[in-house]
């Protein structure tokens, strides 16, 4: 089995806008483009009850997230890298 030697890029944190509210909504769309992850998986987190916290307006319509819950998501997020076996 053969291994790439180049190196990688480094995963930069994806950090939200410190300016923006945490009251303030983004649409399922927007918070799928900003954490850089395709809205399948993010639909199967819904699914599994695992990830952010979803909300519709009058229960009915698009879903919506807190500016403050997707920060509270991301600070959740493992920011430690994996260590696998030798």
């Known amino acids: 089995m053969e291994y790439s030697t180049e190196q990688e890029e480094p995963v930069r944190p994806i950090e939200i806008p410190t300016d923006w509210s945490d009251d303030a909504l983004l649409h ?31 229960g009915v319509g698009r879903l919506y997230i807190t500016v403050g819950e997707a920060r509270r998501f991301l600070r959740s997020a493992t920011t430690e890298p994996r260590r696998t076996n030798p």
């Open 28 to 58: 399922f769309e927007e918070f799928c483009s900003l954490i850089h992850t395709p809205q399948r998986t993010v639909r199967d987190w819904r699914r599994r009850g695992v990830g952010p916290r979803w909300t519709r307006i009058n």
